[in-house]
């Protein structure tokens, strides 16, 4: 059993950047493709980026392009969302999945996901 912990989730004005970590409790992330995911009030849950066990794969939703960048330390077991250029529908709970990754790809749909954090709460107002 993987359990993932999100963090770095705040209110922030228009514009302005946060980073969002996940880190595993107890366990590693060596053997998983992890995914950011994030759902609004009354909105469907949607894939936001991912990034294969090894980095060397990443994915990103069609919003967030050249605004996020997902990275990942294995070293330090934690892999980051740093969200630039904030802007209010960027509001959301945001939830990091692992998706055990055999083939050192991402796949950024939430059913491929084997195991899901309980998410931090992204607020972009002014």
């Known amino acids: 059993q993987l359990r993932l912990v999100e963090s770095g989730g705040e209110m922030v004005q228009p514009g302005g950047s946060l980073r969002l970590s996940c880190a595993p409790s107890?366990?590693?992330?060596?053997?998983?493709?992890i995914g950011w995911f994030r759902q609004a009030p009354g909105k469907e849950r949607e894939g936001v980026s991912c990034i294969s066990k090894m980095g060397g794969s990443t994915n990103y939703a069609d919003s967030v392009k050249g605004r996020f960048t997902i990275s990942r330390d294995n070293a330090k077991n934690t892999v980051y969302l740093q969200m630039n250029s904030l802007k209010p529908e960027d509001t959301a709970v945001y939830y990091c999945?692992?998706?055990?990754?055999?083939?050192?790809?991402?796949?950024?749909?939430?059913?491929?996901?084997?195991?899901w954090g309980k998410g931090t709460l992204v607020t972009v107002s002014s």
């Open positions: 999945a692992a998706d055990y990754d055999p083939w050192n790809i991402c796949r950024l749909s939430p059913n491929a996901m084997d195991y």
């Open positions: 107890g366990s590693t992330l060596d053997y998983y493709a």
